[in-house]
C-alpha cells in the first residue's frame, strides 16, 4: 500500500514534469520566395498553374475560401490564404487576375478596387532536422477545421469528454466488438492512453509499463483539462513517415499529406487523417491508396452511425477521391538546401536551427528552381543519346537574379538532386573562355578601347617563367589577321585575346577580376587570360552577375530574413552593391556579349529562343573539351551551366555543344522581363565600317551598329565606300 | 500500428487483467520502424529561457554585404507553445493604400539632401504603393521593415531609381554612409538623361561621402551635383 503511494506520488511528479516542461523540437522551416503578383507582372507559361499547385490550391467552380483558385474568362480568380511575413502579414484576399500572354494585365477585387500588388504565402521547401529526425507543425485547437474533433473523438474515444483518463466501458466495448468480428477491430485505449503511452514511455511491450500506463492517464486527466491533453495529442501523435523524416502531428500530416493548411481540410479529408491514426504505414495513402480508401470509408461510416452525418453525406464523401497533393514531396532542392544549411550554420548553432522553429526566407524560385533540374535532366539525356553514353557526365546550373544578385535556383547534379559534391559549389574547373569578357572589361576600363578596336588574330609565342614557350592557337586552328574588339569577343579567338589580355596586362585582368567576388589567389600567368584559371560555377556566376548589373558588384545571396516561430525579425540581408567596373565599360562589354549571342559562338541560344530576346552570353570550352561552359545573362535571369566528367577526362562537348543547350533550354521556360538597354551619356551608336574603322551613312550595306565612348568617336565618311 | 495487432490478438484470447488495466495497445500510434516519437531527451530539449531575446540579438543593419546580422549565442525561444501556421484570414480585403502623385521624397531624407525638390513618380503604380508602405514603417520607427519593403521594390523594379534614392536615403540615415554612396552610385546608371535625379544622386553621394570623412570625394560630387542644378 505504501510502496504503490509512493509510486503514485512518483508518477504524479514525472506526469507534471514532463507535460509542463514539455516542448517539441521545431525544425526551422525554409520557405521559398512568395509569388508577388501585380499588374505588369510577366509569367511563364504554366508558371502561375504550377505555383499554385506547388502550394496546394484547389480549383474550384466558386473560390470562397483560402486556398481557393477558380479558372475565370480573363485569367483566374485566387482566394490567398494569408501569411506572417517577415515585414508584417499579408492578409488572405480574393482577388479576380487578368492574364495576357502571360502578363498579369489587371489585378482587383471582386467588389472592382483595384489591388496594386499581392503576395501569395511562400512554399515551404524544406527543413533543417534535428537528429531524431521528428518533424511537426504546432496547430491549435481552434486550427482544426470543421467536424474534426467530432471525427477523432468518435474512431478513437466515443467518450473522451466524460471519462477520466481511462475507459473501463471502453475496453469492454473494444472487447466485445473484437469478440464479434473475431480480430481486432477497435481498441480500448483512450486518447489520454495514447498520449501517456507516446510521450512518457517508451514503445517496449513491458509489463511495467501496461501496469503504470492507467495511473498515469488518470493523473494527467486530474491535473490537466481535456482540451489541453486533446491539444498535445493532436500535435504529438504519429501520422506518417517519409524517409528519415517522421510526420507528427496532424498539422504537418495536413500539409503532408493534402499540400493545405489543416484548417481548409473537408469531411472526407479530415476522415483520412483520422484513419491513418491506426496504422500510418499500413494506412498510407501514396503507397495503398486502396488500403487508405478503404479505411477512410469506414471512418465515414462509424460517423454516419453515429448520426454525426448523414447517409447521403456518407456516401457522398465516400465518393470523393483521396486528394492528395500533387505538388512533389521529397526534398527537390537538395543543392539549395545545402547552401541554405552552409550559411546559416555560420551565423546560427546547430541546435537552434534544428530545434526553435526559426523560420528561414529564401530566394529560391521554385519555378526557376523546377526549370532549372528540367533543363539539366533533358539536356543531358539529350547529349548522351547523341554522342552515345558520355561516362560520368556531371552537370551544375546556378541561377540568380540580374537586379539583386539573389539566387533563385541551384542544381548541383547531373540528374537534379546530388549526393557527395554539389557540382556547383564543391568542385573548381578551369574556366577557359568564360574568363574572355574580362579581359574586355579590363581594356575597356582603360578608356583606350572600344568594341570597334582593331585586334590582331595572328599566332602568338609567349615564353612562361619555367622558360618554355606557350603557343595558344585558336579553335579552328586559322588566324583571322585584324579583328575588331566585339568580332574577337564574339568569335572567342584566343590569339586576338592572348594579345588584348597582353596589352593590357595579365595583372590588370586579374584584378578586375578580382573585383567582381574572385578572391583567390591566381598567379598572373598569360595562360591565365584563356582561362586556366579553376573556379566554380557558383564563382563564374558571382562574375557574370557583376556584369550584368551594370559594373556593380552584388554578392549572391539566398537568405533574405530569419525571424522567429512567433514571426519576430531575427536577421536581415541588406541589399548592397559595390562598384567593380565603370558603367560605361560594362555597357559597351554587354554589347559585345550580345555580339556573341547573335553572330558569335553564343548564337545556338537562338534555337530556343525568339530573335528579339536579348541575350548576353559567352561560351566556354577548356583543353581538350574537358569542361563545357556556358554563361550569361537574360532579361532578368543570371546563368551559368557547366558539363563534364567527374574524372576530368575529355568529353565529346564543346561549351556550345553542351552546356548551352541546357542554358538555353532553361531560358525559354523562364519569364522574359525586358531589361531596359540604359545608354550612358558619354557613349553613342555609330554604323561602322569596321574594315575603314568610320562611320558611314545609315543605309550602306555591311554596317555594324556599335556603341563607342563619344571621345573616341570615329571619323565619318559620307560615302559607304572602303 | 498493424504490426502490433498480431501481438495484441493474444491479448485478446486471454482477456487479462493488464488488457483491462492497459487496453489493447491495437490503437497505439508509435511509428512502425523505431520510435521516433518519444520526446526529446532532456539534453536535446530547449533550455528554459527569458521570453525576451537578449539585446545582443537586436537586429540591425550589418556593415557588411553578406552578412547575418544577428549571431545568437544561446538562441532564445518562446516560452510557450507558439502557432507556426499561416493564419487564414477569410473574409478580409486587402486595404490598398491611396498612392500620392508625386509623393516626396526630401522628408525622409537625411538633412544635407533635404533641400532636393521631389523626385517623378514612378510610372509602376506597385513600386509607389511598396514606397508609400516604406515610408509608413519608416515613420513607426520599423527602419528594418521599411529596408525590406525597398529591397521589395527594389526585385520587382531593378531599374527605377526612385527605389535607389529611396534605399540611399535610408542608409545614409542609419549611418550606413559607404552602402548609401554605391547604391546612388548605381542609381546614377540607370538616369542618364534625368536630371532631377542625377542632382539627386550626387548630393546624397556628396552627404555620404562627407559622412565618411571624403573631403575630396565630397567636392567633387557637388560640382556634380551643380550640373544638374
Known amino acids: 500500500m505504501v510502496i504503490g503511494v509512493v509510486g503514485l506520488v512518483y508518477l504524479d511528479a514525472q506526469i507534471r514534469h514532463r507535460f509542463e516542461g514539455h516542448r517539441w523540437s521545431l525544425p526551422a522551416k525554409v520557405y521559398a520566395r512568395p509569388l508577388e503578383l501585380f499588374k505588369g507582372q510577366k509569367m511563364a507559361a504554366g508558371q502561375l498553374d504550377y505555383e499554385l499547385t506547388q502550394l496546394g490550391y484547389r480549383w474550384v467552380k466558386h473560390a470562397n475560401a483560402p486556398g481557393q483558385v477558380q479558372k475565370t474568362n480573363q485569367g483566374m480568380a485566387i482566394y490567398s490564404r494569408g501569411f506572417r511575413f517577415a515585414d508584417g502579414n499579408e492578409l488572405g484576399v480574393l482577388v479576380e487576375l487578368s492574364l495576357q500572354h502571360n502578363t498579369i494585365t489587371d489585378l482587383r477585387q471582386p467588389s472592382g478596387t483595384s489591388v496594386a500588388l499581392l503576395r501569395l504565402e511562400p512554399q515551404l521547401v524544406g527543413g533543417i532536422y534535428p537528429a531524431h529526425n521528428e518533424d511537426r507543425e504546432l496547430i491549435q485547437l481552434n486550427d482544426l477545421p470543421n467536424g474534426f474533433i467530432e471525427t477523432l473523438l468518435a474512431v478513437e474515444d466515443r467518450n473522451y469528454y466524460s471519462h477520466y483518463g481511462i475507459s473501463p466501458w471502453g475496453i469492454v466495448r473494444a472487447l466485445w466488438a473484437n469478440i464479434q468480428a473475431g480480430a481486432v477491430v477497435q481498441g480500448g485505449s483512450t486518447l489520454t492512453q495514447q498520449l501517456v503511452k507516446n510521450f512518457y514511455l517508451t514503445d517496449r511491450q513491458t509489463l511495467w509499463r501496461k501496469l503504470i500506463e492507467a495511473p498515469m492517464a488518470l493523473l494527467l486527466n486530474v491535473h490537466y483539462s481535456k482540451d489541453e491533453v486533446l491539444e498535445v495529442y493532436l500535435n504529438e501523435v504519429f501520422v506518417g513517415q517519409a524517409g528519415k523524416r517522421a510526420i507528427h502531428g496532424f498539422g504537418l500530416a495536413s500539409r503532408f499529406y493534402f499540400g493545405q493548411p489543416l484548417s481548409e481540410l473537408k469531411l472526407h479529408q479530415v476522415a483520412l487523417l483520422v484513419g491513418l491514426v491506426k496504422g500510418p504505414s499500413y494506412y498510407n495513402p501514396q503507397r495503398y491508396p486502396k488500403r487508405a480508401t478503404k479505411r477512410r470509408n469506414l471512418v465515414l461510416s462509424i460517423l454516419a452511425q453515429q448520426n454525426l452525418i448523414s447517409d447521403a453525406q456518407k456516401i457522398q464523401y465516400q465518393g470523393l477521391p483521396l486528394d492528395l497533393t500533387e505538388a512533389t514531396k521529397v526534398s527537390r532542392y537538395p543543392a539549395y538546401m545545402d547552401v541554405v544549411r552552409q550559411q546559416l550554420q555560420q551565423h546560427y548553432q546547430a541546435s537552434a536551427l534544428s530545434s526553435h522553429g526559426l523560420r528561414i526566407f529564401t530566394s529560391l524560385d521554385p519555378w526557376v528552381q523546377h526549370q532549372a533540374d528540367r533543363a539539366m535532366v533533358e539536356q543531358v539525356l539529350k547529349l548522351n543519346q547523341r554522342h552515345g553514353k558520355i561516362k560520368g557526365l556531371q552537370g551544375a546550373l546556378v541561377v540568380s537574379h540580374r537586379g539583386s544578385g539573389e539566387l533563385l535556383a541551384l542544381v548541383g547534379d547531373h540528374n537534379g538532386g546530388y549526393a557527395g559534391h554539389n557540382w556547383a559549389l564543391d568542385r573548381s574547373r578551369q574556366v577557359g573562355s568564360l574568363l574572355k569578357p574580362v579581359i574586355h572589361l579590363a581594356a575597356l576600363e582603360t578608356g583606350q578601347y572600344s568594341p570597334a578596336t582593331m585586334i590582331n588574330d595572328a599566332p602568338v609565342s609567349l615564353q612562361q617563367s619555367d622558360g618554355t614557350l606557350w603557343q595558344p592557337q585558336n579553335y579552328d586552328r586559322k588566324s583571322h589577321g585584324k579583328v575588331p574588339m566585339y568580332e574577337a569577343l564574339a568569335k572567342s579567338y584566343n590569339q586576338a585575346n592572348v594579345r588584348l589580355g597582353m596589352q593590357v596586362g595579365v595583372d590588370k585582368v586579374l584584378q578586375q577580376l578580382k573585383k567582381m567576388g574572385v578572391d583567390q589567389f591566381i598567379p598572373a600567368y598569360p595562360s591565365a587570360l584563356l582561362g586556366a584559371v579553376e573556379m566554380s560555377p557558383l564563382q563564374v556566376n558571382q562574375v557574370y552577375q557583376t556584369i550584368a548589373g551594370n559594373g556593380f558588384y552584388s554578392p549572391l545571396s539566398l537568405v533574405r530574413q530569419v525571424t522567429q516561430a512567433n514571426g519576430q525579425l531575427l536577421s536581415h540581408f541588406p541589399f548592397a552593391v559595390r562598384q567593380a567596373a565603370s558603367n560605361d565599360a560594362t555597357y559597351l562589354l554587354q554589347h559585345e556579349m550580345r555580339m556573341a549571342a547573335h553572330y558569335g559562338t553564343a548564337k545556338g541560344v537562338y534555337q530556343y529562343l525568339p530573335k528579339q530576346q536579348q541575350v548576353s552570353a559567352k561560351t566556354g570550352t577548356t583543353n581538350d573539351l574537358k569542361d563545357s561552359w556556358f554563361a550569361g545573362f537574360s532579361g532578368q535571369h543570371v546563368a551559368t551551366v557547366w558539363l563534364g566528367r567527374e574524372d576530368a577526362k575529355p568529353t565529346p562537348l564543346t561549351g556550345a555543344g553542351g552546356a548551352l543547350h541546357v542554358w538555353a533550354q532553361l531560358m525559354q521556360h523562364l519569364a522574359y522581363t525586358t531589361y531596359k538597354d540604359i545608354k550612358p551619356q558619354l557613349i553613342e551608336n555609330y554604323h561602322l565600317n569596321v574594315k575603314t574603322g568610320k562611320a558611314m551613312p545609315n543605309n550602306c550595306p555591311n554596317g555594324v551598329w556599335l556603341p563607342i565612348p563619344k571621345v573616341s568617336a570615329p571619323a565619318f565618311n559620307k560615302t559607304c565606300g572602303y | ?229
Do not use: H
Open chain 2, 1 to 229: 500500428m498493424y504490426n502490433n495487432q498480431i501481438t495484441c490478438s493474444k491479448y485478446v484470447s486471454l482477456i487479462s487483467l493488464m488488457l483491462v488495466l492497459g487496453g489493447c495497445a491495437a490503437t497505439g500510434y508509435g511509428p512502425v520502424v523505431e520510435d521516433l516519437s518519444v520526446p526529446a531527451r532532456a539534453s536535446e530539449r530547449l533550455p528554459t529561457l527569458p521570453s525576451q531575446l537578449p539585446a545582443s540579438i537586436q537586429v540591425t543593419p550589418a556593415p557588411s554585404a553578406p552578412v547575418v546580422t544577428a549571431k545568437p549565442k544561446a538562441y532564445v525561444a518562446p516560452k510557450s507553445v507558439v502557432t507556426i501556421t499561416a493564419q487564414p484570414v477569410s473574409n478580409q480585403v486587402v486595404t490598398v493604400i491611396a498612392v500620392p502623385e508625386n509623393a516626396s521624397v526630401a522628408t525622409q531624407e537625411a538633412p544635407s539632401v533635404a533641400q532636393t525638390p521631389p523626385l517623378p513618380a514612378s510610372d509602376q503604380a506597385v513600386v509607389e504603393q511598396l514606397l508609400t508602405e516604406a515610408d509608413q514603417l519608416k515613420a513607426q520607427g520599423k527602419v528594418t521593415e521599411a529596408v525590406i519593403q525597398l529591397q521589395r521594390a527594389q526585385r520587382i523594379a531593378p531599374q527605377e531609381p526612385k527605389v535607389y534614392a529611396r534605399l540611399a536615403a535610408l542608409q545614409l540615415s542609419l549611418g550606413e554612409a559607404s552602402r548609401a554612396e554605391q547604391l546612388a552610385l548605381k542609381g546614377l546608371t540607370l538616369v542618364p538623361n534625368k536630371k532631377s535625379y542625377q542632382y539627386y544622386f550626387w548630393k546624397l553621394i556628396g552627404a555620404s561621402r562627407s559622412n565618411l570623412g571624403d573631403s575630396q570625394g565630397e567636392a567633387k560630387a557637388i560640382a556634380q551635383a551643380a550640373k544638374y542644378k
